[in-house]
């Protein structure tokens, strides 16, 4: 998913997308915020933001998802797995 510009969405849109899809209430993170210890997310909401995750085009294998700790690690590998679907400044 990129913003209407075609650019990759900011971590703050990132986690404002995230939060809206899961309904989740908006709170301040950074990237250092895990997701598990400091947010509370149990197995079902990792799984529901893996999904999200693959809408925004971005696949998470499932070998990987043990690796992603904080909303930082998911927001990274976001950036680096659409970072090819960004389009070129003209």
Known sequence: MLSATG???SFGEFWASVCEAMSL?????????AVQADLG???LD???LV???DQLDCDVPEDLIP???TVGDFYDHYRT???H????PR
Request: no cysteine; charged share 25%; hydrophobic share 40%.
């Open 7 to 9: 650019v990759q969405l």
């Open 46 to 48: 990792m799984a529901e």
């Open 25 to 33: 209430e908006s709170t301040e993170v950074g990237p250092d915020t």
């Open 51 to 53: 999904l999200f995750m």
């Open 85 to 88: 679907h960004e389009r070129s």
């Open 81 to 83: 797995r659409t970072a």
């Open 67 to 69: 690796l992603l700790v």
């Open 41 to 43: 997310f149990d197995s």
